[in-house]
């Protein structure tokens, strides 16, 4: 356990807060474990407003910049010090022309916040504006060069028809019939709270489809067309690719947007280039519409500083029909919208990334070693089976297993 922290906001990069335009600074060791406090500095832009709301414990918040205007309080200016009783409802909340940023001190975990009407939890404030241009969209036999090219610029392409009805349909059915036989599967339990949060509280996911789904997973993970549009999205920067992530994403009824991020934040040591490192393939298993979640993009954002966050007019919605595919490189800004209606709605995320990087998904432990075995080769070699030979390049080989290619035949050495 701590016996004390020392928080320097410079050396914490600051993310988006789902709520407003604003921004948190969330230190690692400040988030409510082994007894030390929840400490979170926040700012919003000038004139925001958050709804009536409360918190789930005592909250002390400490003013260091602008105004903050609460509604039957009055104004809180920087030195001012404000305590609230676990469970008061108070706001609406308005920064003033320079925006506020304040410190939030509190033993209880502060996210999600309690609001006390439905109209209340509006939608949040990064959400695209109502007449968003759609995401560009082209049929199912558009020729791959063009996917290739649409996926490096502007970033993001939707693909109508991808799936025929009887393969979506053979998909939901294996689906259902897994969570039927494990209904309490699929919440985050992560042991992060603040990743917990990203993930979606009301979201179900699922890794290891390959395993769990026998039918579709392997079918649609190792799909001849996504795993070649992969590989020729990442050519400039890997001579192979692995499954990063398999995942089934259900936005339950109720859940609030995502974060706003870049799937390439997995790995932040990696430097913004040109080609992205890892590209996804999102499935509409239902109709993604604006009430129920279909995910936010920022077209041409992979070319902004790491740092740069996305205005409303700058989003776009991937409204698709179930079995249409939207197709973009993972550093691209993107988010998953609000559910606002009493339905889930269900895709399958499907990515990739270079070789030479390690997965997000840990597929030696998500899948058993006899079920990897039997697989075909390319997907063996997409979990990771096989060796990134980079000799072409100037490189090295990884993978090996006792100086050999894992999936040659070594009984005749």
């Known amino acids: 356990m701590l016996d004390h922290l020392h928080i320097r906001p410079d050396d914490i990069t600051p993310i988006a807060d789902p709520d407003t335009d604003g921004q948190l600074w969330i230190h690692p060791d400040a988030f409510g474990q082994a007894g030390v406090p929840y400490m979170i500095k926040v700012s919003d832009p000038p004139h925001t407003t958050r709804p009536r709301h409360s918190h789930h414990g005592d909250v002390c918040y400490l003013y260091v910049q602008g105004e903050h205007h609460i509604a039957g309080e009055g104004v809180y200016r920087s030195g001012d010090v404000r305590w609230t009783r676990a469970g008061h409802i108070y706001g609406p909340e308005t920064t003033g022309p320079e925006g506020g940023t304040w410190w939030l001190i509190t033993d209880a975990n502060p996210i999600p916040v309690n609001h006390p009407t439905t109209d209340d939890s509006s939608v949040p404030r990064h959400e695209a504006r109502a007449d968003a241009p759609p995401a560009t969209r082209v049929g199912p036999d558009t ?48 042991g992060s709270e603040l990743y917990d949060r990203f993930l979606g509280h009301r979201t179900l ?64 040591a990696l430097p913004v280039g040109d080609h992205p490192v890892v590209v996804n393939a999102i499935i509409a298993l239902d109709d993604c519409t604006i009430d129920n979640g279909a995910t936010h993009v920022a077209p041409g954002s992979h070319r902004w500083p790491a740092s740069r966050q996305a205005n409303p007019d700058e989003l776009t919605r991937a409204t698709m029909r179930a079995g249409d595919v939207l197709l973009f490189r993972g550093d691209l800004v993107h988010g998953g919208g609000a559910n606002l209606t009493d339905r889930r709605r269900r895709v399958l995320s499907i990515s990739y990334c270079s070789g030479w990087l390690r997965p997000v998904e840990n597929h ?24 990134h030979d980079a000799t072409s390049r100037g490189g090295g080989v990884l993978g090996l297993v006792d100086g050999t290619n894992p999936t040659r035949d070594r009984t005749t050495r």
């Open 143 to 190: 020729p791959l060069d063009d996917l290739v090219e649409s996926t490096r610029e502007p970033g993001a392409i939707i693909v109508e028809g991808w799936l025929d009805a009887a393969r979506l349909a053979g998909v939901n059915r294996e689906i259902d019939e897994w969570l039927a036989a494990h209904p309490h599967a699929g919440l985050p339990d992560s």
């Open 205 to 268: 996911r699922l890794h290891g489809l390959a395993h769990k789904l026998p039918r579709w997973g392997p079918e649609l993970i190792a799909d001849p067309f996504l795993v070649e549009w992969a590989t020729r999205a990442l050519d400039p920067v890997a001579t192979s690719v692995l499954l990063n992530a398999g995942e089934l994403i259900q936005i339950g009824a109720g859940e609030t947007a995502q974060y706003l991020h870049r799937d390439s934040d997995s790995w932040p």
């Open 364 to 387: 030696a432990a998500n899948i058993p070693a006899d079920t990897i075995a039997s697989f075909e080769p390319a997907l063996r070699g997409l979990l990771g089976a096989g060796v």
